[in-house]
Nanobody, 121 residues
Framework: QVRPVESGGGLVQAGDSLRISCAASGRTFSTYAMGWFRQAPGKEREFVAAISASAGRTTYADSVKGRFAISRDNAKNAVYLQMNSLKPEDTAVYYC??????????????WGQGTLVTVSS
């Protein structure tokens, strides 16, 4: 089981960049695809990006494609999300999780505490 701890969120201005991190415990980390999800105020949690176990493949939601980049370091059990050209609509709590590549959902059900990203206009 992968147990994630997200960090790196904060308050930025529109157009700024920010990188958030996820430290995941669990011996199976390097065997799982990992993903980022987000939940904006008053909205349901949504898929943002995912990266395969070997980091050979990535996939993104249309709303962030070309602006966000997901990466991972299996030696550190870490996943990162580089967010560029941030927009106010990117404001949300961001979560990482082991992901089902086909359904783009959290394969283990449980969520960490997330990290809040606030983008001011």
């Amino acid at each position: 089981q992968v147990r994630p701890v997200e960090s790196g969120g904060g308050l930025v201005q529109a157009g700024d960049s920010l990188r958030i991190s996820c430290a995941a415990s669990g011996r199976t980390f390097s065997t799982y695809a990992m993903g980022w999800f987000r939940q904006a105020p008053g909205k349901e949690r949504e898929f943002v990006a995912a990266i395969s176990a070997s980091a050979g493949r990535t996939t993104y939601a249309d709303s962030v494609k070309g602006r966000f980049a997901i990466s991972r370091d299996n030696a550190k059990n870490a996943v990162y999300l580089q967010m560029n050209s941030l927009k106010p609509e990117d404001t949300a709590v961001y979560y990482c999780a082991a992901v089902n590549w086909v359904t783009k959902t959290n394969r283990e059900g449980a969520w960490g505490q997330g990290t809040l990203v606030t983008v001011s206009s």
